[in-house]
């Protein structure tokens, strides 16, 4: 009877055992390629070029956020063509696990939130002034061919005087943008664009997560937005530029760890850190003083 005890036992333990290792094995992290090129979002992700059936890039950084899960890498494929997308990392699926960081790596590719201001947008104002009212309020910029426009700015904070904004800068008058154009310049025709999506990438409730070689641009809000009860956060040779409100905000109890990037050209501020955020700065280049405000 006790033989027959012990063996249920050991049984027991054995199966416990097998589903451990199991258990294990599928929490192996997995490699997730992107190519907004050549990928298609039919395929599974887990190989840089379409090889046979299922197996190639899929063409979105969504797709592969669909597909991932605890400590995998999504690694995204430059092709110099920028990915217009924005970046949810939400809870443990997009967390590390064990000594495996969830992984974005970027290969110098460039996120872009900015959308292009339609032909019907321009209102044509007197002396070569145009009107164009974004969608949404609260934070502005104002690109062309892909590049930051100077805005004008009076000085002491004194109200924006339409009459005064010099040739090819704009200023922001209660909702709207004013831009001063070159003699006979007709925007309509011309590649301009607006800060569009709200945040590049927002983080919340994550901790273990890796995100390098990324650049991230044009976005109305922030750049990178480490929203609340993050840790172990890193960024690695990021740049983030042009953005409405701050190229990296930090809040709530987040922490993370910047290293070799680039915080530049942001509307209001480069670097913003509320609440208990933490942002440990390592070789990191900003064009204006970081804000910390509690």
Same mark, same amino acid.
């Given at each position: ?25 599928? @929490? ?5 390629? @992107? ?21 190639? $890039? ?28 924005? &970046? ?43 009107? @164009? ?20 700015? $009076? ?55 890796? &995100? ?8 109305? &809000?922030?750049? &990178? ?8 956060? @890193? ?60």
């Amino acid at each position: 009877m006790r033989n027959a005890v012990r063996f249920v036992k050991f049984k027991s333990g054995l199966l416990c055992l097998m589903l451990l290792l199991c258990g294990f094995k599928s @929490v192996d992290a997995r490699v997730i390629y @992107v190519d907004n090129r050549a990928g298609n979002n039919a395929l599974n992700g887990f190989s840089p070029k379409i090889v046979d059936g299922k197996n190639g $890039p899929v063409k979105t950084i969504q797709r592969a956020l669909d597909y991932a899960r605890r400590g995998d890498k999504i690694i995204l494929i430059n092709n110099k063509i920028p990915y217009y997308e924005s &970046i949810s990392l939400s809870g443990k699926r997009f967390s590390g696990i064990g000594k495996e960081n969830f992984t974005i790596l970027g290969n110098g590719a460039t996120l872009n939130g900015s959308i292009k201001i339609p032909m019907n947008g321009w209102k044509q104002l007197a002396n070569d002034l145009w009107k @164009v009212t974004p969608y949404r309020k609260g934070y502005f910029n104002l690109y062309l061919d892909g590049k930051i426009l100077p805005e004008y700015k $009076p000085e002491k904070k004194q109200p924006v005087k339409l009459d005064d904004i010099p040739t090819g800068k704009w200023a922001v008058y209660q909702g709207a943008i004013y831009y001063r154009g070159s003699k006979n310049q007709l925007p309509p025709t011309e590649a301009f664009s607006l800060a569009g999506k709200s945040v590049g990438v927002s983080l919340i409730d994550v901790e273990g997560v890796s &995100i390098s070689d990324l650049n991230i641009e044009n976005f109305r &809000i922030d750049g &990178i937005n480490i929203h609340d009860r993050c840790k172990n956060i @890193v960024l690695e040779n990021v740049t983030c530029s042009g953005n409405g409100r701050s190229g990296l905000s930090v809040n709530g109890t987040s922490q993370v760890e910047v290293i070799d990037s680039k915080l530049v050209n942001n509307r209001l501020e480069d670097l913003l850190v509320t609440e208990q955020g933490v942002a440990d700065l390592k070789q990191t280049e900003l064009s204006k003083k970081g804000t910390v405000t509690p």
